[in-house]
């Protein structure tokens, strides 16, 4: 675990410095080794990706429910948060990778060659985020957490920037939210922290937060949609050059994503449920015990497209924080949803 507080660009800055090195081994056209059983005409036939802890993976559900049926899927990986899955997609070590879309603005702001292609998760009045302590913690308001920890997925991402947010509206000063220190845990075994008083306090998220307040003793400081309402929080990225390269493979991989994120808005809980234990047995995943307590992928629109609001809201935070140091970031290079069949056209 991590105690120190790092800023959004400074967690972004690893993945320029990789992609950086990389350029020098390879070249630009490359696809990874997804594209070793197809010619740079037709694309690549396996799609490389990362699985993320207590998530649902979009691209497994995409290829499980048959909206990828002219792609495999091939998982390379685990990470614990968003920054580490889009650098994997920017030193092409994945092909798909998604993130908080702050994340994704300080990463394209520093350079790296990714584009936020389709919506993944996000927070409603049935699945959101937030702060949460022992029952019987003597924490009650923001200036209560200073001097203390909170427990994050990962630094520099969704939840880090929510407290930040959090903080600053309740009056904190920036150097009273410098004092506020944020400690890396698995999203898996964050509440178990808490409980034990590893944590004073866990940001805990999706279904993860339900299963904690089921099982843990827990109570709740703040949520995000209580900050921000009902928001798309996070983005599905590919690399620029893949999309230059491969439009056709970029088309039917989008629009599989986009048709999974639809699926799992309008299909009834308990049998997403029963989908997601089948994908996970699949997959040989043995932490699926927050399965059953889904309840939403939390996403905002129709199909998961993407909206400038998505990303002007963390562009103006970021801008008051003094994170974008390298200029201002066009929404057109931020994202398109030229490949998402849900899109207003």
Same mark, same amino acid.
């Given at each position: 675990?991590?105690?120190?507080?790092?800023?959004?660009?400074?967690v =972004?800055?690893?993945v320029?410095?990789?992609?950086?090195? +990389?350029?020098? $081994? @390879?070249?630009? %056209?490359?696809?990874?080794? #997804? &594209?070793s059983?197809?010619?740079?005409?037709t694309?690549?036939?396996?799609?490389?990706?990362?699985?993320?802890?207590?998530?649902?993976?979009?691209?497994?559900?995409?290829?499980?429910?048959g909206?990828?049926?002219?792609?495999k899927?091939?998982q390379?990986?685990t990470? =614990?948060?968003?920054?580490?899955?889009?650098?994997?997609? +920017?030193?092409n $070590? @994945?092909d798909? %990778?998604?993130a908080?879309? #702050? &994340?994704?603005?300080?990463?394209i702001?520093?350079g790296?060659?990714?584009k936020?292609v389709?919506?993944?998760?996000g927070?409603n009045l049935?699945?959101?985020?937030g702060?949460?302590?022992?029952?019987?913690?003597?924490i009650?308001?923001a200036?209560?957490l200073?001097?203390?920890?909170?427990?994050?997925?990962t630094?520099?991402?969704?939840?880090?920037?929510?407290?930040?947010l959090?903080?600053?509206k309740?009056?904190?000063?920036?150097?009273?939210?410098?004092?506020?220190?944020f400690v890396?845990?698995?999203p898996?075994?964050?509440?178990?922290?808490?409980?034990?008083?590893r944590?004073d306090?866990?940001?805990?998220?999706?279904?993860?937060?339900?299963?904690a307040i089921?099982?843990?003793?827990?109570?709740?400081?703040?949520?995000?949609?209580?900050?921000l309402?009902?928001?798309t929080g996070?983005s599905?990225?590919?690399?620029?050059s893949?999309?230059?390269?491969?439009?056709?493979?970029?088309?039917e991989?989008?629009?599989?994503?986009?048709?999974?994120?639809?699926?799992?808005q309008?299909?009834?809980?308990?049998?997403?449920?029963?989908?997601?234990?089948?994908?996970?047995?699949?997959h040989g995943?043995n932490?699926?015990a927050?399965?059953?307590?889904?309840?939403?992928?939390?996403?905002?629109?129709?199909?998961?497209?993407i909206?400038?609001v998505?990303?002007?809201r963390?562009?103006q935070a970021?801008e008051?924080s003094?994170q974008?140091?390298?200029g201002?970031?066009?929404?057109?290079?931020?994202?398109?949803?030229?490949f998402?069949?849900y899109?207003?056209?």
């Amino acid at each position: 675990m991590n105690r120190k507080r790092t800023p959004l660009l400074a967690v =972004l800055a690893a993945v320029v410095a990789v992609v950086m090195a +990389a350029c020098g $081994s @390879s070249s630009s %056209g490359s696809a990874g080794t #997804g &594209s070793s059983n197809a010619s740079a005409k037709t694309g690549p036939t396996t799609i490389r990706y990362q699985a993320v802890p207590g998530s649902l993976t979009p691209i497994e559900f995409a290829s499980y429910l048959g909206y990828l049926p002219g792609l495999k899927i091939q998982q390379v990986g685990t990470v =614990l948060g968003g920054p580490a899955d889009i650098q994997g997609v +920017a030193t092409n $070590s @994945s092909d798909i %990778g998604g993130a908080f879309n #702050g &994340s994704i603005v300080a990463a394209i702001a520093a350079g790296a060659d990714i584009k936020a292609v389709v919506g993944y998760y996000g927070s409603n009045l049935l699945t959101y985020g937030g702060v949460y302590v022992k029952s019987n913690s003597p924490i009650h308001t923001a200036k209560d957490l200073i001097g203390k920890t909170v427990g994050v997925n990962t630094l520099g991402a969704n939840a880090t920037e929510v407290v930040d947010l959090w903080l600053a509206k309740e009056g904190l000063t920036p150097s009273q939210i410098k004092q506020v220190g944020f400690v890396v845990v698995s999203p898996t075994s964050a509440a178990e922290a808490l409980q034990t008083g590893r944590l004073d306090a866990a940001f805990l998220s999706f279904a993860t937060r339900q299963l904690a307040i089921r099982d843990k003793g827990i109570r709740q400081l703040m949520t995000d949609t209580g900050l921000l309402g009902p928001y798309t929080g996070g983005s599905e990225v590919l690399r620029t050059s893949f999309i230059r390269q491969y439009p056709r493979t970029s088309t039917e991989l989008v629009s599989g994503v986009a048709k999974a994120i639809h699926w799992l808005q309008v299909t009834p809980r308990a049998t997403v449920i029963e989908t997601a234990l089948k994908i996970a047995g699949l997959h040989g995943r043995n932490d699926d015990a927050w399965i059953p307590s889904w309840r939403s992928q939390g996403v905002l629109e129709n199909g998961a497209y993407i909206t400038p609001v998505d990303f002007t809201r963390w562009i103006q935070a970021m801008e008051v924080s003094g994170q974008l140091r390298h200029g201002p970031v066009s929404l057109s290079r931020l994202y398109t949803n030229a490949f998402n069949p849900y899109a207003p056209r």
